[in-house]
């Protein structure tokens, strides 16, 4: 992952952590897997500042419910987003004290400390935006429509679908308009030398590949 344009090493462990800074910044601490929102969790208790970047799904929360709900995942895995003074042995101690805690992501040998707003770096002539912080906090949700669409099978306006059964299932459909109230989307296809256009269930439609 590279946020400035420059390559980031894995990670930094945390007994070689020596750095002269001046007050808390925020870091990026490497988790082992599917451990982020555990690791924010114990963090919050140690009365440390922190979040995990998010994205929302929709997805059944088993398999014996059909109706799909809201479902958080990382939306960088293993990464977790932490205000921290590496001077302060407190801090550190802390950090120390979770399994879960792999490291720093570094740059250049050292934690590399994210900014608080998103800011331009400039690299000779180049000059490449540097995500922030602020930037970072929110959620990537994803789009209503999917509530009622099949699982990874998602799509969008403009996509190519097909019908999953029924006699229209051999054609490859352009999707032209999601209804999400209705919970339909107007496809179109040539049919006999002519553009068609019916009306299909979200939960009949899948992406093409």
Request: hydrophobic residues 40%.
């Amino acid at each position: 992952m590279s946020m400035a344009g420059e390559k980031l090493t894995a990670e930094e462990p945390l007994r070689k952590v020596v750095r002269d800074l001046f007050g808390p910044q925020w870091y990026v601490i490497v988790t082992g897997p599917q451990k982020e929102f555990t690791c924010v969790r114990i963090l919050r208790q140690l009365k440390l500042d922190c979040f995990t970047p998010k994205r929302v799904e929709f997805r059944r929360p088993n398999k014996f419910r059909m109706a799909k709900r809201e479902m958080r995942y990382p939306l960088m895995p293993s990464y977790v987003f932490v205000k921290v003074d590496l001077r302060s042995g407190d801090d550190m101690a802390k950090l120390s004290s979770i399994g879960y805690v792999r490291g720093f992501l570094a740059k250049d040998g050292r934690p590399w400390a994210v900014p608080e707003s998103d800011r331009k770096v400039r690299r000779g002539r180049v000059s490449r935006l540097e995500i922030g912080v602020d930037s970072l906090r929110g959620e990537v949700a994803a789009p209503a429509a999917h509530r009622f669409m099949r699982t990874h099978r998602e799509f969008k306006v403009g996509e190519v679908v097909k019908v999953t059964d029924g006699a229209l299932a051999e054609l490859r459909w352009i999707v032209r308009e999601i209804n999400l109230e209705k919970k339909v989307a107007q496809i179109e296809a040539e049919i006999l030398g002519a553009e068609r256009v019916v009306e299909a269930p979200l939960d009949q439609l899948e992406k093409s590949p």
